[in-house]
């Protein structure tokens, strides 16, 4: 029996129904799973409404710090769905699938020189285990830039590699436009340009020599990745803490610890790495089955054959290169704690699949040869069986990745919570309002990207935390909603009763896991009164910027140790542009053994930061819940409490100015004596 030839015709054929096989598992569902964005997936989608508004970014500073290619891609896809989740999922998704015939063409031309079924076959099996693996459909589908890697490595060393092969020029023309771009897609992809150089050296050390022509067409790689980097490089050099700030965050080596600590960080996140890909991987709730392996067992025990014959193999250059492939772009999850190993590692993707198709096939063609050596009657129950547990595996395995995604991870109850749907609920609400009307968010951030994105980034939309303080707005004109997420010891609905009797409480949606609502909104409408009067008023002002309302302070006896809750009522005179830091002090006898008056001190940006001063506009009235702790070594007696606000971090106290003559020399304003009771 002869081997069955395949016609470069029929090969592209089978690669075409492979790859429509992998955009199945890559789009089927993509509006539903995964079921929302999160912070890190919406901010690209921010980004694309950025970029359409006619930002052109080299670099992205926020989060971190970001490449940019990515959130291009997202921008150019918006114009056909919209802004929202779905095109940032299917923005990933397409690069996904491009990432199958970018693998087969690296398989195709690393395994050009084998023979029989290798050459035939593995670039086919290579794009087949890219389409239906779990490791790579998962982080196709999530929304993250990391997924150009993958695409980016098996393009260039396919560039590379046919080059080299062909001695055509343009070849390393087109690998050194590809390595520049990849430059921009994630953190990884800077080693790529050692992968580059590992296959000329590889490649000379082959051929026994190094022309002047692979000079030239190293010189060639090189010159047109830096054109394409330029405008990034330049960038780099202008900030190199902002470019590289990602990076040295999730360093495992990174900080002052001496070189032992570091050193057995490495090797346990190495150990980490290396366990991910067959015995355990992430546990990561909101990217995968928590636990669950890069690679199932079948596809695992296919690479360590894969990798069993390069390393038996390497002094050939494919075998060799392979191996630098896999070990160079490992290395990222091996140094990086924090996020998915897997999702770190997921360059060296493209080498783990073209292993594994080696370690099926040379299998299978040790078998096939075997069998042809003698009578094929007595031995093709031997290769009847290979082809079985092959072909078996790769079926198998393909029901294992759509069960483990689609079922298991899918249909998990807590995976909305994982991508921070109550964001985006509370962003959709938003969106849906006028974008004349004030809206106050409580107590989530409206900063959050899933807010901004899915609220259009709605100009008038303002965040306080009523576990802490009330904001209300003098810009009222045309209605306020307070849009409210229900948690201990939130007393926005309480405090907004009392405030705007004329305000309208609706319940938003139910959530699916809990007796509560994703969020409550109370609206005021434009001509509703506000009726607020602090406890104690007192009027002083802080350089005619801040005004001090009032007060309100339920008792005026405490005992030591116990923790004094007073409500200060702020308002702003002016559009403040400085964050400014607010001391209540608590002020009695010095203490006879540091001759210290101080017996009690809160600072605070107001609102616990989620309100500072240089997002107070005209007219805003605040009032700010502050606690208080007496020392436990207070003795009995009056003690004053006083306030002021200073600038960080030179600590330089605002004056403050009563009734038109301003103090030079105050710097603060005592507002009650208290009295400390025996213990």
């Known amino acids: 029996m002869k081997r069955p030839t395949l016609t470069r015709n029929?090969?592209?054929?089978?690669?075409?129904?492979?790859?429509?096989?992998?955009?199945?598992?890559?789009?089927?569902?993509?509006?539903?799973?995964?079921?929302?964005?999160?912070?890190?997936?919406?901010?690209?989608?921010?980004?694309?409404?950025?970029?359409?508004?006619?930002?052109?970014?080299?670099?992205?500073?926020?989060?971190?710090?970001?490449?940019?290619?990515?959130?291009?891609?997202?921008?150019?896809?918006?114009?056909?769905?919209?802004p929202g989740t779905f095109g940032i999922h299917l923005a990933s998704a397409l690069v996904g699938i491009a990432a199958i015939p970018a693998v087969f063409w690296a398989a195709y031309e690393l395994l050009a020189d084998e023979k029989g079924w290798l050459r035939d076959w593995g670039p086919l099996l290579a794009a087949l285990v890219t389409a239906v693996s779990y490791w790579h459909l998962n982080w196709?589908?999530?929304?993250?830039?990391?997924?150009?890697?993958?695409?980016?490595?098996?393009?260039?060393?396919?560039?590379?590699?046919?080059?080299?092969?062909?001695k055509r020029r343009l070849a390393f023309v087109g690998a050194g436009l590809l390595l520049g771009l990849s430059l921009y897609t994630y953190q990884a992809a800077r080693l790529l340009p050692l992968v580059v150089t590992a296959a000329f050296v590889i490649w000379a050390i082959a051929e026994k020599r190094f022309t002047r022509q692979d000079g030239i067409n190293f010189l060639l790689t090189v010159g047109f990745a830096l054109l394409v980097f330029a405008p990034l490089g330049f960038y780099a050099l202008r900030h190199p803490a902002i470019f590289n700030d990602?990076?040295?965050?999730?360093?495992?080596?990174?900080?002052?610890?001496?070189?032992?600590?570091?050193?057995?960080?490495?090797?346990?996140?190495?150990?980490?790495?290396?366990?991910?890909?067959?015995?355990?991987?992430?546990?990561?709730?909101?990217?995968?089955?928590?636990?669950?392996?890069?690679?199932?067992?079948?596809?695992?025990?296919?690479?360590?054959?894969?990798?069993?014959?390069?390393?038996?193999?390497?002094?050939?250059?494919?075998?060799?290169?392979?191996?630098?492939w896999l070990g160079v772009m490992t290395l990222p999850a091996m140094v990086a704690g924090q996020a998915g190993t897997a999702k770190r590692a997921l360059g060296a993707y493209p080498a783990v699949a073209i292993l594994i198709a080696v370690g099926l096939l040379l299998s299978w063609q040790i078998v096939w040869e075997w069998a042809h050596r003698a009578n094929w009657q007595s031995r093709r129950w031997g290769l009847a069986l290979v082809a079985v547990v092959i072909v078996g595996g790769l079926v198998w395995g393909t029901a294992v990745t759509y069960r483990d995604y689609f079922i298991l991870w899918g249909q998990d109850e807590t995976l909305a919570n994982h991508f921070q749907r109550d964001h985006t609920e509370v962003g959709r609400y938003i969106g849906q309002l006028p974008a004349d009307e004030t809206v106050l968010v409580s107590p989530f951030p409206v900063s959050h990207p899933a807010i901004q994105l899915h609220s259009h980034q709605h100009p008038k939309m303002r965040s306080y935390n009523g576990h802490f303080c009330m904001l209300y707005p003098a810009d009222d004109q045309n209605g306020i909603s307070y849009v409210i997420v229900p948690g201990v010891e939130e007393k926005s609905l309480e405090t907004l009763r009392a405030a705007y009797a004329e305000g309208e409480l609706l319940p938003g949606p139910a959530r699916p896991d809990m007796d509560a609502p994703y969020y409550n909104v109370y609206t005021v409408p434009p001509s509703a009164t506000l009726a607020i009067t602090p406890q104690h008023p007192l009027e002083v002002t802080w350089e005619n910027k801040i005004r001090l309302l009032g007060f309100d302070l339920e008792r005026t006896e405490y005992r030591p140790g116990e923790t004094i809750e007073l409500s200060l009522y702020y308002q702003a005179l002016v559009n403040l542009d400085e964050s400014y830091t607010a001391f209540v002090q608590l002020l009695g006898e010095p203490d006879p053994n540091t001759g210290n008056p101080l017996w009690g001190q809160a600072d605070n940006i107001p609102c616990h930061a989620a309100l500072a001063t240089n997002n107070w506009q005209r007219g805003d009235i605040i009032r700010d819940t502050i606690t208080l702790d007496i020392s436990g070594e207070a003795a009995p007696g009056y003690y004053s409490l006083a306030t002021g606000f200073y600038t960080w971090p030179d600590i330089v106290r605002l004056k403050t100015q009563f009734a038109g003559a301003y103090e030079q020399s105050s710097e603060s304003v005592e507002l009650r004596t208290i009295q400390v009771l025996a213990d």
Do not use: C, K
Request: hydrophobic letters at 55%; zero cysteines.
């Open 140 to 166: 196709s589908r999530v929304g993250l830039r990391v997924i150009w890697v993958p695409l980016f490595a098996a393009l260039i060393v396919a560039s590379v590699w046919h080059g080299l092969r062909t």
């Open 246 to 324: 990602r990076v040295w965050q999730t360093a495992v080596v990174a900080g002052e610890n001496d070189l032992a600590v570091q050193v057995q960080a490495v090797v346990s996140q190495s150990i980490t790495t290396l366990r991910m890909f067959g015995v355990e991987g992430d546990q990561e709730a909101w990217s995968t089955i928590p636990g669950r392996p890069s690679l199932n067992p079948f596809l695992f025990a296919a690479f360590l054959l894969g990798m069993g014959v390069s390393v038996w193999r390497w002094q050939r250059p494919t075998y060799l290169l392979l191996l630098i």
């Open 10 to 82: 029929r090969q592209l054929l089978i690669l075409l129904g492979i790859t429509i096989g992998g955009a199945f598992l890559r789009l089927y569902q993509l509006g539903s799973l995964p079921p929302g964005d999160g912070y890190d997936v919406a901010q690209y989608g921010v980004d694309a409404l950025e970029i359409l508004a006619g930002a052109r970014p080299i670099f992205l500073p926020a989060n971190f710090g970001r490449e940019v290619l990515f959130s291009y891609l997202v921008a150019v896809v918006y114009l056909l769905t919209g």
